[in-house]
T-cell receptor, first 113, second 113 residues
Framework: QQQVKQSPQSLIVQKGGISIINCAYE??????FPWYQQFPGKGPALLIA?????SEKKEGRFTISFNKSAKQFSLHIMDSQPGDSATYFC????????????FGEGTQLTVNP | DSGVTQTPKHLITATGQRVTLRCSPR?????VYWYQQSLDQGLQFLIQ???????AKGNILERFSAQQFPDLHSELNLSSLELGDSALYFC????????????FGQGTRLTVV
């Protein structure tokens, strides 16, 4: 059972545009929601993370919006750059499970120059 | 560089064979996780260790096993390999139990021919 659903599967954005990736989760016990960025040939790397006690977290050009009642969260990349081209994974975990992550399916982002 | 070291980077082996993948976590990290990344299944959690003890199993086949040694490095053993086992295998580590950043290695690409 896929507990975290991610969309879109792929996304093409022009340089300077806004990239938006959405995720929905099922398990209300999840209490930590990170986003990971993966470049070809590399392992996933933490980009930004949020806990359900806040509705938004911003770090530079990256913002997570979190809607607890809808069980949805999204990643916004402002002023997207060609260097942002990568695969993005949303994930979820719960305190009692350590840092074990349930991942979404991934979104391949391409930012055209 | 995440500080998590995985060896080997690439492995090509025949069906029916057995291989061992090795992971050295970041210095001081007590938790180790193994994930499998394939094109059709995305990133799937396999197994989790904390300070030498197995803590959780995910979608890990009975043909697969793992262990974490006293020096905290971990090995993932894959036996009776099938073509469908071809995938990227990632190790991740985190410093403590609970929702905290997990650092991923660069992965081992396994090809079963």
């Amino acid at each position: 059972q896929q507990q975290v659903k991610q969309s879109p599967q792929s996304l093409i954005v022009q340089k300077g545009g806004i990239s938006i990736i959405n995720c929905a989760y099922e398990n209300t016990a999840f209490d930590y929601f990170p986003w990971y960025q993966q470049f070809p040939g590399k392992g996933p790397a933490l980009l930004i993370a949020i806990r359900p006690d806040v509705s938004e977290k911003k770090e530079g050009r990256f913002t997570i919006s979190f809607n607890k009642s809808a069980k949805q969260f999204s990643l916004h990349i402002m002023d997207s750059q060609p260097g942002d081209s990568a695969t993005y994974f949303c994930a979820a975990s719960r305190e009692t499970s350590g840092s074990r992550l349930t991942f979404g399916e991934g979104t391949q982002l391409t930012v055209n120059p | 560089d995440s500080g998590v070291t995985q060896t080997p980077k690439h492995l090509i082996t025949a069906t029916g064979q057995r291989v061992t993948l090795r992971c050295s976590p970041r210095s001081g990290d007590l938790s180790v996780y193994w994930y499998q990344q394939s094109l059709d299944q995305g990133l799937q959690f396999l197994i989790q260790y904390y300070n030498g003890e197995e803590r959780a199993k995910g979608n890990i086949l009975e043909r697969f096993s793992a262990q974490q040694f006293p020096d905290l490095h971990s090995e993932l053993n894959l036996s009776s390999l099938e073509l469908g086992d071809s995938a990227l295998y990632f190790c991740a580590s985190s410093v403590k139990w609970g929702n905290t950043e997990a650092f991923f290695g660069q992965g081992t690409r396994l090809t079963v021919v």
